[in-house]
């Protein structure tokens, strides 16, 4: 057999628990960490005589995510009821959306990739649909039996589904790390993946290089971090080529990743998947969206990370690999442009290096978020403005925000003042060492006016150290050239 | 007030004998509660009997009433279907499954009826998870109609239609999926109104067929139902297709009018008196019946419900889809019966649904699981739907020349115990006439019209149109103005 140019194809379910404070269907907290089965209600354990009644908040949220991936608000979406017996799913039916999604036809563009090879890409998202969530299974903690814990039973899930339009697991972990940054950004989902909010499925296949058909896929359940999920789709991948490189066929499967093993296994094939029994819930009413509820819901939404990667490289001159960095999340967005705010547009770049560069190496060292972060946007602000304007040095800068970062000073002039950081940029008070340094060097002088331009550094060289680093570099520099140019 | 007259009194009456002081609360329910021990061995119309709450719940009462300003209702003896929820009284919808179960909370219903003050004095048998028409699939054993013991109750509410034909309560709670409050209200010849679907909350109703299910009365009187509904209507939040509109006081419309029905224009369905399986002095009691509503100035006329013969196999087909999914919840996890030795999961929930639910419970699920499973969902379920939205159809336009219609409630009187329960399709077949109502979600009741020869009580329904109780009830009431079917006591 001639050896073959495979495509990867992946489409990704992924499934974001929503920030309401109560679950779809009841009045029960949705909190995390609770006491097992503290936070279950006669409604979440499916009491005879129970009823569910929707959650206003978890459609707004769905909602919000339609319009912010530019889809399709259905005015008239339907639950259903999928059958099937699990002990943790407490009304042996899961009561989700399956003819009719509230959402449906939206894109995400994402960004894959980084430098030269860095291209964007627009994944098409056939639709998201309200549900709720399953209890738990706990087979560890008991011997010989399992224990069952409802508190999640009835959180409100979102699951959002997208096409088939991913060509390599750099695309899919892009594409999940974009839709994770959107549901924080837009509020819609913590996206704490340890604790099991934003879950991905994915669904992988192969087909040769040119085939237009769809070859068959493997689902891989329930990966919880981007690592996993890289690693999963890379493992099944090659799996599946070399299965049919063999002469061997993939057969429909949901699997697993065991992440210790790094592989995939399978949990049940195609002949033993269920028969769930879709039909519409009679307990519930068809739900019924107005499209002014849609428009006050859209006047109230953020400017989306697109459209603000957008602004940062055309208005604020930032490139797209910078401008990608400062709106991986809301937060870090919010600092950066509450730091331009502050010292204004023009240095808006030299701000985003500061937050990039060295405060993010920080936060990342102390393993803060940027919402813990000691050192203010006012502070990025004022330090970028005092080496802006000459008052600092770089290096001067680099102490300033030492300061800050330890709580030794909270205001950046007065660390200035107090480690005697000024600059001197005053000629007269700089002439006399620039003459020192002229008198004291005439080799280098000599190799200067030669047209050696990198003699000129050993000068400033030495009326920086003769200043004890309190001269303004730049200054010198022009002084002296001024004088031996003279 | 001595039990007799418990017996033979409206609720109307025992209200004012409660007003006027001429009897108190705890009589009234220590009466009901001896009646009703009495006639269990004989009836088996209670499930449970909670005399001790009670009489707490009737001292209570007593007690409010000396505080003065308290509702009609006030310390008027009833009994819920055990399907209700009851906090804390175990509700056990008739089913071994829930044999032992106690719910935490109480039902809307019951809710309502005990902030009016009525006393509930127990739980009534039914039919397992309200699927029957006779009440003899009952984990606890079938009730018995008070007019002869050797028949049937009707179901599925058959303990209520008992427990108030026998004289123990003047009213009883009851729930209409297909006919399970008319139907046993003919056979034990008292009266019964299942209201609109949507009118009366779900809440605490344990679920048979959601989009069917509607929670009803059963009275010896037209008035004494109208009485009992009013409390129990109004929008419940907590039921999604609860209707968001106040309760309308049927009685008040009912004591303004001068009895005549004069312009009322009653429907006689011409395919309903054409069914094959219509007993003949049914069909003449409620002709005769027709003649008194005609006597009383109402008019009739000739009307058609052309799908009428194919409500019972839509309904047998919608109805077991939703139980289906319904009754998946009593898998053995976390509340009721549990098969007591199994291997292995699946071994669990095999056993204890095996042995947790009845034959009539099982054929259901069987029948809901296939109509509902991939590749037939299209030909039955979907199929069953159209049917449906075809026969709410009919009656719309049949309402386009009538302002009731007037029916049989059952084509027959109460058969003898055992004689149908081999044979679901011919206990199914009872429900033509009731049927109907629910798949259209329209209000309608039953009211005695008659006897056949053997001394049965027949009853006579009608049935109108989307929210029109106030004018059933008005129609019932100036029948029984002017008849007297309604006050006939079995000879117990």
Redesign the interface.
Known sequence: MNRTDWETVIGLEIHAQLTTRSKIFSGASTAFGAEPNRQAC?ID??????????NRGAVERAIRLGLAIEAEIAERSVFA?K?Y?Y?DL????QISQYELPVVKNGTLTIQVGEGESAYEKTVRITRAHLEEDAGKSLHEDFHGMTG?DLNRAGTPLLEIVSEPDMRSAEEAVAYARALHTLVRWIGVCDGNMQEGSFRIDANVSVRPKGETRLGTRREIKNLNSFRFLQQAIDYEVRWQIETLEEGGTVQQATVLFDPERGETRVMRTKEDAH?Y???PD????PLVIDRAWIEEIRANLPELPQALRRRLVDEHGLTRYDANLLTASKELADYYLAAVAAAGQAIAKPCANWILGELAAKLNRAELDIGESPVRPEHIAALVQRVHDGTISHAGAKKVFEALWTGEGTDVDAIIEAQGLKQVSDESALEALVDAAIAGNPKSVEEFRAGKEKALNALVGQVMKASRGAANPQRVTELLRRKLTA | MSAERLLTSSLRELAAALSEGRTRAEALADAALERAQSLQERLNAFITLTSEAARAAARAADERRRGGNVSLLSGIPLAHKDL??TRGVR?T?ASRM?AE?V???D?FVVERLAQAGAVSIGKTNLDEFAMGSANEHSHFGPCRNPWDTSRIAGGSSGGSAAAVAAGIVPVATGTDTGGSVRQPAAMCGVTGIKPSYGRVS??????Y???LDQAGVIARSAEDCALALTAIEGFD?????SLDRPAEDHAAALAATDGRLDGLRLGLPREFFAVEGLDADVRRAVEAAARTYESLGARLVDVSLPRAELAIPAYYVIAP??A??N???Y?G???GYRAPDYAD?DDM?RKTRAQGFGDEVKRRILVG?YV???GY?DAY?LQAQKLRRLIAEDYRQAFDSCDLILAPTAPTTAWRLGEKDQDPVQEYLQDIYTIGANLAGLPALSHPCGFDAAGLPIGCQLIGPYLAETRLLLAAHAFQEKTDWHRQLPPL
């Open positions: 006669a354990v499916a009491l005879p005589g129970t009823l569910p009644v929707l009821r059958n017996f002990p407490p009304k042996g039916y069952i028969d029994r879709y039909f009679p307990d519930l009413l | 209700f929820c509700t919808a829930l179960f719910p935490p909370y039902a779900r809440y605490g109703i344990i679920a067929a959601s989009s939040p907590r039921d999604s297709t889809a939703e289906s999914s009754l998946a919840r898998d996890v976390r509340y999961l929930y699981t509902l499973s991939h969902y379920y």
